[in-house]
């Protein structure tokens, strides 16, 4: 979305638009970058938070009015993560935070100032995109900093360190918080017109989520839910076109659904909120089951061969037999 583009003009109807057909939606924020003159460099686009106390407590002020405007515009929002991505630095808003800074901030700031203003929204660790240790462990080794957070987000580069924090905080909820984009411009191959939105990203995406969830995750985001055939993003250099789960086509004035799409459905449309992952007897990596809250079983499965496979399924007694085509996915809901 362009800079310019307030959230009353675009995004907010956009929520409520989705909120409409889906009134369970929560709704969680995560920051890019702070105001520049919150930062070192004085600009939307890299540079560190500064950490004077001074600073800090504006930018607590700041989240908190951004959770009361969306209130006052009849929008709840649940959580609010600290900082998107704070180990790394773009060419478009970003903004580096010490796991030390995130500790104090929330411990010193953020929290405090949610509870003043009574603000019912959860303080999140995240969203934390490399496998460094150091956040969970420097924040949520921290009594007061401890206090504050209900929850962890994990993305892209976090995989390695997911199993140990789901098993080390078994009280706070780990999220995934964002799915990889696909086209990597840093790979061979990249085209840098358009994304593919192809198979291989499907079957990606697929891998992806069972990877998260068996490491420990209660919830599993797409990234771009929406976007156009070029579906560029805001790089100054090198705009990157991105995958979506959902493709614009402006010239036919057409709605493509993605490989992507169907992998995020074998779930979302089966898996409810509140469903217990259950472990599976067998040898196939590719399928990962869990029991809804009404009993339900569910089974996610994928076949990366290039041949189909019959696949056998004993549950309760029953035993259930299906045909996976070749680069194909299933679920069954029993």
């Given at each position: 979305m362009p800079r310019t583009c307030g959230d009353r003009s675009r995004l907010i109807p956009y929520v409520?638009?989705?909120?409409?057909?889906?009134?369970?939606?929560?709704?969680?924020?995560?920051?890019?970058?702070?105001?520049?003159?919150?930062?070192?460099?004085?600009?939307?686009?890299?540079?560190?938070?500064?950490?004077?106390?001074?600073?800090?407590?504006?930018?607590?002020?700041?989240?908190?009015?951004?959770?009361?405007?969306?209130?006052?515009?009849?929008?709840?929002?649940?959580?609010?993560?600290?900082?998107?991505?704070p180990e790394q630095l773009t060419r478009y808003p970003s903004c580096a935070w010490t796991p030390e800074l995130i500790r104090d901030f929330v411990r010193d700031h953020l929290g405090p100032a949610f509870e003043s203003r009574r603000l019912p929204a959860e303080i999140w660790l995240g969203t934390l995109s490399t496998a460094d240790p150091r956040y969970a462990s420097v924040v949520l080794g921290d009594a007061g900093a401890r206090r504050q957070v209900r929850g962890i987000g994990v993305q892209w580069g976090a995989l390695a360190i997911t199993p140990q924090l789901a098993a080390t905080y078994l009280d706070l909820p780990l999220m995934q918080t964002e799915t990889v984009c696909g086209n990597h411009p840093w790979e061979a191959g990249f085209d840098p017109a358009r994304p593919p939105n192809d198979h291989a990203y499907g079957a990606l995406t697929w891998g992806r989520i069972r990877d998260y969830l068996q490491a420990g995750v209660r919830s599993y985001m797409a990234w771009n839910m929406v976007l156009d055939a070029e579906g560029k993003n805001l790089d100054s250099e090198r705009p990157w076109p991105q995958n979506a789960l959902l493709v614009v086509d402006r010239q036919e004035r057409r709605l493509r659904e993605t490989p992507a799409y169907w992998a995020f459905r074998h779930f979302s449309g089966f898996v409810e909120t509140g469903a217990l992952r259950l472990a599976l007897a067998g040898d196939d990596a590719d399928a990962i089951a869990f029991r809804n809250p009404d009993g339900r079983l569910v089974v996610a499965m994928r076949n990366p061969g290039e041949r189909s496979r019959t696949l056998t399924l004993a549950a309760r007694g029953d035993v259930l037999e299906l045909e996976l085509p070749a680069r194909g996915w299933a679920t069954i809901a029993y």
């Open positions: 409520r638009a989705a909120l409409a057909h889906q009134p369970a939606l929560r709704l969680w924020a995560s920051a890019w970058t702070p105001p520049p003159w919150m930062k070192t460099n004085d600009a939307y686009d890299s540079g560190s938070m500064k950490d004077d106390p001074a600073t800090l407590a504006a930018y607590a002020l700041y989240l908190a009015r951004f959770v009361e405007a969306y209130r006052e515009e009849g929008l709840a929002i649940q959580a609010v993560h600290v900082q998107n991505e």
